[in-house]
């Protein structure tokens, strides 16, 4: 049974950071990409950034390019999320994701239909 937790989210003050972590079990870590959606209130979900299994690609959303780092430690079967400079906008339940197939990113990385296994994911709140 493919195993998905999200971890991290927390109520933070604009401009300040957190790290949201993603752990599996289940699969194999490493030969999956591995992605970060959110989702607000009321909004539909959508695709934040995305890694490839070597960790050498990675994909960001306009909205948080420069302000969010992905990563991932194939060691500690995590996936992170750092994210900076956080606006009251960011604020969302945070979901991790692996793609259906193996290797790199859905040919359109923020699409859902790319990832097959999802967490029940972690709140971030920021406050202004």
């Known amino acids: 049974q493919v195993q998905v937790v999200e971890s991290g989210g927390g109520l933070v003050q604009a401009g300040g950071s957190l790290r949201l972590s993603c752990t599996t079990a289940?699969?194999?870590?490493?030969?999956?990409?591995m992605g970060w959606f959110r989702q607000a209130s009321g909004k539909d979900r959508e695709g934040v950034s995305c890694i490839d299994s070597s960790g050498r690609s990675t994909y960001y959303a306009d909205s948080v390019k420069g302000r969010f780092t992905i990563s991932r430690d194939s060691a500690k079967n995590t996936l992170y999320l750092q994210m900076n400079s956080l606006k009251p906008e960011d604020t969302a339940m945070y979901y991790c994701?692996?793609?259906?197939?193996?290797?790199?990113?859905?040919?359109?990385?923020?699409?859902?239909?790319?990832?097959?296994?999802w967490g029940q994911g972690t709140q971030v709140t920021v406050a202004s």
């Open positions: 994701a692996l793609t259906r197939t193996t290797g790199g990113c859905p040919a359109e990385p923020f699409s859902r239909g790319g990832y097959a296994y």
């Open positions: 289940g699969l194999t870590f490493g030969v999956r990409g």
